[in-house]
């Protein structure tokens, strides 16, 4: 089908779910796999490999061909992990939910940038197969010294910014970005998390210029803001009190998203809005515990575990079901979720509550009138 056809059709699923109108979803966050050799201090995600039978049972390629076959209704899917390109089928599991959903527009994968060759392989191979679009977020989590310590691999930081530059080569400056976790730097260094984006912005220009490529803007920066989750990044126990380390952390991420606010990003663009409303409902969130932003689980995203499981999202963890058991269709298991009143606990915030990037974009998207209040206020 045309795109235009197909972004026509989301637009309308979209306007759909914002009046409450229950349908299929439209986005799936899709755990490829726990496999990853990142050892990171505020994810527990990488110890799952090292973990008697922690890797067994995963989706096989013929598994993950039934569920994309039995949910062709997908138009946008973040494929996660673990490191998603050490699954070694990766691209086959991409390609296998390219081939079963016609509408499908946007492909979205995160990377630790360790293995360089073997990513930019698996984004040469995607670009040249996939009709949708193909965004890719490279993890960098501090300047040099921090990001390594954080991300528990030596020299950490400059396979990132190979692989960054290498996959930019690829895709193009509009298919990638940097993406910057605010999370384990309290009490890890004497600078404020303002201090540190600034620091990993310079640093990550000073790399890419150092090999002859040109440097980032502001606009491919992401702020991430930290949240915890037991049956996905598996480090619930290590959270404080608040999940934030109190207060004062609050405040220092809440002025870090002001500070990348403030920075000059040229032009106009539909992602850049987003972002914008991303970062000011953030800043609601660091300050209350809620935004005016209602999500969107269970009505137009879904989440599937790498082991056939589906939850509400990333942090709630409530699972609902195997897909094992409904010849692999998502809307058995979400239907009945609905049914018993877990998506009435999600719209009226009695789940743990979070603003990732996962529920907040298709969130913002579901939310025109909220999200447009948001934009003029941030």
């Not at 056939?308 to 963890?317: A, F, K, L, Q, R």
């Given at each position: 089908m045309s795109t235009l056809y197909s972004w026509s059709r989301l637009a309308v699923r979209t306007a759909a779910a914002a009046v409450g109108v229950e349908s299929t979803p439209t986005k799936l966050i899709f755990v490829v796999t726990k496999r990853c050799h990142s050892r990171c201090v505020y994810c527990d995600i990488w110890k799952v490999k090292d973990t008697p039978g922690g890797l067994d049972h995963e989706l096989s390629l013929d598994e993950v061909r039934s569920v994309a076959q039995a949910n062709p209704f997908l138009q946008w899917i973040d494929f996660t992990g673990g490191e998603p390109t050490d699954r070694p089928d990766f691209v086959h599991v991409v390609q296998a939910f390219a081939a079963a959903c016609p509408d499908l527009l946007l492909v979205h994968f995160p990377t630790n940038g360790i293995a360089t060759k073997r990513i930019t392989e698996t984004v040469r191979e995607l670009r040249a197969t996939l009709k949708a679009r193909l965004v890719v977020t490279v993890s960098i989590d501090g300047p040099p010294a921090l990001n390594d310590r954080l991300r528990g691999i030596r020299n950490d930081f400059a396979h990132a910014i190979n692989t960054f530059a290498a996959v930019r080569r690829e895709l193009g400056p509009e298919h990638i970005f940097v993406g910057m976790t605010l999370h384990g730097h309290k009490g890890s260094t004497g600078s404020t998390s303002s201090e540190l984006v600034e620091q990993t912005f310079a640093a990550v220009n000073e790399a890419l210029v150092a090999k002859n490529e040109a440097p980032i803007g502001w606009d491919a920066l992401h702020l991430n803001i930290p949240h915890f989750s037991s049956h996905y990044y598996g480090n619930?126990?290590?959270?404080?009190?608040?999940?934030?380390?109190?207060?004062?952390?609050?405040?220092?991420?809440?002025?870090?998203?002001?500070?990348?606010?403030?920075?000059?990003?040229?032009?106009?663009?539909?992602?850049?809005?987003?972002?914008?409303?991303?970062?000011?409902?953030?800043?609601?969130?660091?300050?209350?515990?809620?935004t005016s932003i209602a999500c969107s689980a269970l009505l137009s995203t879904s989440y599937l575990s790498e082991k056939?499981?589906?939850?509400?999202?990333?942090?709630?963890?409530k699972p609902l079901g195997n897909v094992r058991t409904t010849g692999y269709a998502l809307m058995p298991i979400i239907t009945a979720a609905r049914r018993d009143g877990v998506r009435r606990a999600v719209a009226e915030g009695k789940c743990p509550n979070c603003w990732t990037p996962c529920e907040a974009y298709p969130a913002i998207g579901a939310s025109p009138v909220r999200s447009l209040l948001a934009l003029a206020h941030g």
């Open positions: 619930a126990a290590s959270a404080d009190a608040d999940g934030f380390g109190g207060p004062a952390h609050r405040a220092e991420i809440a002025a870090a998203l002001r500070l990348a606010a403030s920075k000059p990003k040229p032009g106009v663009s539909g992602m850049r809005a987003v972002e914008r409303i991303y970062r000011a409902e953030a800043l609601r969130y660091l300050a209350t515990g809620r056939g499981e589906v939850y509400p999202c990333t942090i709630w963890d």
